[in-house]
């Protein structure tokens, strides 16, 4: 079975600072993607980026951006020039095709606070 | 266009009480979930629609139920409250399932004394 961890459960940053969220995940499938979803206080969940496992260019979303290691199972967040705005939960999560269900399997999620 | 919407935002319930915790989506997608978030934690799959009239357990199904009626609506029942069903509760919908982003609801915070 496919397990998603985030190993840091609290993070804080200053704003305009760089900070990098972890994951590790764990599959013996090839083919698969990876997301990572924010939950600001409002509790409303928000795709922040995705990354395709056959891709080897890793994502990015104007200031965020990921570290895909996939022989290492390894896919962080960076998130550049923090802004106030970006605290929040963050949540890794994993999603197996060719399933026909579309199922995520999230992890434990990681509080980010940033800091003025 | 209203996206996931989800009734009632908070409910208390007594021990053994029941209810429906309601989702709609007007994006016209096949592909609905129902998701618990317990404090802390992140979100585990209790149930989900590939369309309507077809549904399946997710990772935590017991105490609960679902039905699909309409490609819209994906309504979760809960019979005989237990305190260990507070959380909060998210449904989402999905076009797909190949990379596809999920939709999510505001939520709803249950609280069962």
């Known amino acids: 079975a496919q397990t998603v961890t985030q190993s840091q459960p609290e993070m804080s940053v200053q704003e305009a600072e760089t900070v990098t969220l972890s994951c590790t995940y764990d599959t013996s499938e090839n083919n698969y993607y990876l997301f990572w979803y924010k939950q600001p206080p409002s509790r409303q969940m928000i795709l922040v980026i995705r990354q395709e496992a056959y891709k080897q260019q890793n994502a990015t979303e104007n200031r965020f951006s990921v570290n895909f290691q996939k022989a290492a199972k390894s896919f962080s967040l960076k998130i550049s020039d923090s802004q106030l705005g970006d605290t929040a939960m963050y949540f890794c999560a994993f999603m197996k095709p060719p399933s026909n269900t579309g199922k995520l399997i999230f992890g434990q999620g990681t509080t980010l606070q940033v800091k003025p | 266009n209203a996206g996931v919407t989800q009734t009632p935002k908070f409910r208390i319930l007594k021990i053994g009480q029941s209810m429906t915790l309601q989702c709609a989506q007007d994006m016209n997608h096949n592909y609905m979930y129902w998701y618990r978030q317990d404090p802390g934690m992140g979100l585990k799959l209790i149930y989900y629609?590939?369309?309507?009239?077809?549904?399946d357990k997710g990772e935590v199904p017991n105490g609960y139920n679902v039905s699909r009626s309409t490609t819209e609506d994906f309504p979760l029942r809960l019979e005989l409250a237990a305190p260990s069903q507070t959380s909060v509760y998210f449904c989402?919908?999905?076009?797909?399932?190949?990379?596809?982003?999920?939709?999510f609801g505001p939520g709803t915070r249950l609280t069962v004394t």
């Open positions: 629609s590939v369309g309507a009239g077809i549904t």
């Open positions: 989402a919908s999905s076009p797909g399932t190949i990379g596809h982003e999920q939709y």
